[in-house]
């Protein structure tokens, strides 16, 4: 059971858009900036995200974060079969004294 | 643009030590927070903590016990030593470079490739 809650699949078609949320709680994300990778398969993971909604050089404005309370929200606009991965959140968390991550979720571009 | 490399065995025996390494280049390891990070097969990422570049370091509670992390700046060069394995360390272990913003939230913008390591007898 992860301290992050993501849906463990999203789907949509190309060219669509698609929001993948993570819900966690005061220590985590309620009071600590969030961040995004993306894991293409057998990759490692890229940072997409961070600071809740910065764009690291490079990541095409498609990509979108956002933070309200306790969860956060990635937002991917134009889908493309390239996007087809799995996402985490990540943030650290204060109780824990660790950073966590979520079960992660895997796009589908139909 | 900054590159890590992750090297080490890839097979370890139960109750033996893992030891890995990761090399940075294409810039210094000075002024920053290096992680190591790890993914069983099929599961959701840990972190399992970080060392900066001075020695100083955090690990994750669930593995302080066992852990060990160094590093070396004249290689540009930071290690992890992981005690008393057990099939549940096997996974996908990762290095990475740390944005270091530890209480407020921090991330990660370099990634090595990962190297496998399998606790197995």
């Known amino acids: 059971q992860s301290v992050l809650t993501q849906p463990p699949s999203v789907s949509a078609a190309p060219g669509q858009k698609v929001t993948i949320s993570c819900s966690g709680s005061?220590?985590?994300?309620?009071?600590?900036?969030v961040s995004w990778y993306q894991q293409l398969p057998g990759t490692a993971p890229k940072l997409l995200i961070y600071?809740?909604?910065k764009r690291p050089s490079g990541i095409p404005d498609r990509f979108s974060g956002s933070k309200s309370g306790t969860s956060a929200t990635l937002g991917i606009t134009g889908l493309q079969t390239g996007d087809e991965a799995d996402y985490y959140c990540g943030t650290w968390d204060s109780s824990l004294i660790a950073v966590v991550f979520g079960g992660g979720t895997k796009l589908t571009v139909l | 643009q900054v590159q890590l490399q992750e090297s080490g065995p890839g097979l370890v025996k139960p109750s033996e030590t893992l030891s890995l390494s990761c090399t940075v280049s294409g810039g210094s390891i000075s002024n920053y927070y290096w992680s190591w990070i790890r993914q069983p097969p099929g599961k959701r990422l840990e972190w399992i903590g970080y060392?900066?570049?001075?020695?100083?370091?955090s690990y994750n509670p669930s593995l302080k016990s066992r852990l060990t992390m160094s590093v070396d700046t004249s290689k540009n060069q930071f290690s992890l030593i992981l005690t008393s394995v057990t099939a549940a360390d096997t996974a996908v272990y990762y290095c990475?470079?740390?944005?270091?913003?530890?209480?407020?939230?921090?991330?990660?913008?370099?990634w090595g490739q990962g190297t496998l390591v399998t606790v197995s007898s």
């Open positions: 005061s220590s985590n994300i309620g009071n600590n900036y």
């Open positions: 060392i900066y570049y001075s020695g100083s370091t």
């Open positions: 990475a470079r740390d944005s270091g913003y530890y209480g407020s939230g921090n991330y990660f913008d370099y």
């Open positions: 600071d809740n909604n």
